[in-house]
């Protein structure tokens, strides 16, 4: 998380002073001249992202922005239909993980699993002004908070580490899956989210402007991290998926009476989470000569 906090700090420190004045200056002109209105009354945008990743789940069941959380980027295409709605394309890379080890609860720690992954992310949203706003129009408000839904397509790949390396878990089945005693087959490791979240938008120049923006997506997966169901035979297992499988099913420091097959694993009621959050730039790419002024 420092590093996200340095990233941000340093985009403002370069950024800010430049662009401030003017902004402030455009905030000082309040006089209104109507202009015709136009039949394209749209404007058009790209940005960049830059900020951290992190996921809700088994591992991590409550910690928003804590050590887990990794460095993101993405870049985006937003069409604003009015100073109030606006649409927008993101494609959004980051990492997410977790450690048993770090959790305040005994029995995680005892569990005693981890994961990595790789995520990238391709969403469509809509967003919502709530106040009148245009980039670089200093006739509409300098600043404004905002809401975001909308559909994503990610993809991730969990991996665990074990015996000094680090394993790719889903062809693994280390719940069972995929064997011929599982309970399922093997999760997709392609899948749809539901992303939606807040954000704060500030003008700064004719053609730029910055956004903060938070992020979760709420998937219908409980395997980000691989982990949701309950313990099954290491030996069925490694006869089925090998001895790393087995290995990597159950890393537990201590098993009660021996064994933890048939002792739940994961919590298999809740669905795992993802999120993104960070610094957006913002390039205006085209200034319709007849878009009217007026706030909508």
Known sequence: MKRIIQMIRITS???LPLLLPSALSAQKENRYVPQPISSKASSHEIGIFLGG??????L????HFNRFTRPAAGALYRMNFNSRLSAKAIAS?????ANDSYSLSESHRNRNLNFKSKIAEMAVEGEFNFLPFKTGNKKFALTSPY???GVAVYNYNPTGYYDDRWHTLQPLGTEGQGTTF???RSYSLTQVSI???VGFKMNTAKRIGIAFEWGLRKTFNDYLDDVSGKYVDPVLLASEKGPIAAGLSDKSLVKEGGSNVGRQ????????WYSFAGVIIIFKLRDNKYECDVPH
């Open 13 to 15: 420190y370069f950024l």
């Open 53 to 58: 990743s992190y996921y809700i789940g088994d």
């Open 60 to 63: 991590n069941p409550i910690g």
């Open 93 to 97: 890379f980051g990492i997410i993980e």
């Open 147 to 149: 809401i975001f839904a």
């Open 182 to 184: 599982g309970p399922s």
């Open 195 to 197: 992303p939606f979240g």
């Open 265 to 272: 694993r994961g919590n298999s009621y809740t669905k795992d």
